[in-house]
């Protein structure tokens, strides 16, 4: 970092002492106060039980979370397993281990299997782990046009106003009009990469760092390109340990062969949901809690340490240099990426046109649309829905997100389901605005006690639209939608 950051200062004094936590303090410039309310409130300081923990996700609820839970000391967050649920975390010392299907492998190497990703333009046809694989596949040609002055940033800017990309990350704002306000911007100027992926059913952002990293880092280094950032930065969920290696191998080689435009460095995630809220990053980076700033300003005026900041999803950026390869393909396919879970015969990551109808989304991936009780679209912040004929695209009735799909048969307790989900806001709020931890908890209390009060749920609605970020604001959207299920059954 151009200043020395909190968080990374104390990464490397693991585990922590008190004089550890003082000399990260130090070197961070920070008061030793500061420093202890960070400690205090990221889980990755705090002593961790050692045993077997359960992933828990939508899925692992869905079959049963009580016998999964049988010889385990608790429950994990969500990790991205979706598609291998159940998983399971186990701590020994300092090691850590995902296990699945009874096979156990370490954080350091563990990656989604290859195997679940589905498609053309987004998803590699095989691993690119390497520089010489990512260009025999046509990548870096965009990269290596801008470093010969053949790409120039308005062109770029341009470009991607022409084939409309809106953020991949949920909120589906126009790139454009994002990377063009930093641009405007004094000097210096930050990218920042958000692959801090914690929303329960997707796992997109995942495979494509742990699979496809030099696609990400040349949509990265383009986009720093065009704004004229002065560095870019990769914010990796801290879990990601094998994603995170291979993105520093990959800076590594791109550096060597003359094609990093931008300086780049990995920054970890301070490990919670909120961390995805990009003004909450933009706090954990300085080395505070990660809480949501007010807004305006927006983080293109005043973003990281006061600089114009772009902040990107992982998946947006990747689209890119696909984008730069032939415009009108791009937009005649649009192409977005699904994690779809539960209930089907091949769950996995699926490359799909926006406006693929959900019920062909689900028969891609082996569902059977008749035969499922509804879907949970969009993950935690989304809602419950059997419109099997709706188009998967932004800015329509129900909320796309992300792009999670996961599938429910017949005979799965839904609110078994949205009380997990309920359980993860609850957990995950960080606190600062009191709608949300208020709200979230008392609804975490009704969906225990299955109340289907749709008065009750439209006061919880009001209470929690008053939050500061879209965690609070979208908490309750599964809760109402699932009683709309129920009264459409």
């Not at 004089?19 to 008061?31: D, F, I, P, T, Y």
């Not at 281990?97 to 350091?108: D, K």
């Not at 060597?256 to 990009?278: K, M, N, R």
């Amino acid at each position: 970092m151009e200043k020395p950051g909190l968080l990374p200062l104390l990464d490397a004094r693991l585990p922590l002492t008190e004089e550890g936590v003082a000399e990260a303090a130090r070197l961070a410039g920070v008061s030793l106060a500061q420093a202890w309310g960070v400690v205090r409130y990221y889980p990755r300081y705090g002593e961790v039980r050692e045993g077997r923990y359960l992933v828990d996700d939508p899925v692992a609820r869905a079959r049963g979370i009580g016998s999964l839970l049988e010889g385990t000391v608790g429950t994990h967050p969500p990790l991205g397993l979706e598609a291998l649920a159940p998983a399971y975390v186990r701590v020994e010392g300092e090691e850590r281990w995902v296990e699945v299907g009874g096979r156990a492998e370490p954080f350091a190497t563990f990656r989604l299997p290859f195997a679940l990703g589905h498609g053309r333009k987004l998803l590699p046809p095989e691993p690119t782990d390497t520089l010489e694989a990512y260009r025999a596949q046509g990548g870096l040609r965009a990269l290596e046009a801008a470093r010969k002055g053949d790409l120039t940033p308005e062109a770029l800017l341009k470009a991607v106003e022409e084939a409309g990309l809106l953020g991949r990350g949920g909120a589906a704002f126009p790139t454009h009009l994002k990377l063009r306000a930093v641009a405007r911007g004094e000097a210096p100027r930050y990218l920042v990469v958000n692959g801090d992926e914690s929303e329960p059913g997707n796992f997109k952002d995942r495979f494509l760092l742990e699979h496809h990293p030099f696609l990400v880092l040349e949509g990265a280094l383009l986009a720093g390109f065009a704004v004229g950032a002065s560095r870019v930065y990769l914010y990796i969920r801290e879990e990601f340990q094998a994603a995170i290696r291979g993105l520093k191998k990959a800076i590594g080689a791109l550096e060597e062969a003359g094609l990093l435009l931008v300086p780049t460095e990995v920054f970890q995630s301070g490990g919670l949901y909120i961390c995805g809220e990009e003004t909450a990053l933009l706090e954990s980076m300085e080395g505070r809690r990660a809480e949501p700033r007010l807004k305006p300003p927006f983080p293109v005026e005043k973003g990281l340490w006061g600089r114009p900041t772009a902040v990107q999803n992982v998946e947006t950026l990747a689209a890119i240099p696909r984008i730069l390869e032939g415009l009108e393909a791009w937009r005649r396919e649009e192409p977005k990426l699904f994690s779809i879970s539960g209930d089907v015969a091949a769950p996995g990551l699926y490359e799909l046109p926006l406006g693929t109808p959900l019920g062909e989304a689900l028969r891609r991936a082996g569902g059977e649309p008749e035969g499922l009780k509804a879907v949970l679209l969009g993950g935690a912040a989304g809602v419950f829905t059997r419109d099997f004929a709706f188009p998967l695209r932004y800015r329509e009735r129900l909320p796309l997100g992300a792009g999670a799909v996961v599938a429910f048969g017949e005979g799965v307790d839904l609110w078994a389901v949205l009380e997990g989900l309920a359980h993860f806001f609850q957990e995950e709020s960080c606190g600062k605005c009191f709608p949300c931890p208020l709200g979230t908890t008392v609804q975490l209390a009704l969906v225990q006690r299955r109340v289907r009060d749709a008065r009750l749920v439209e006061d919880l609605a009001s209470t929690l639209k008053g939050s500061l970020c879209g965690l609070g604001q979208s908490a309750y959207w599964a809760y109402r939608s699932l009683l709309e299920v129920e009264g459409a059954a």
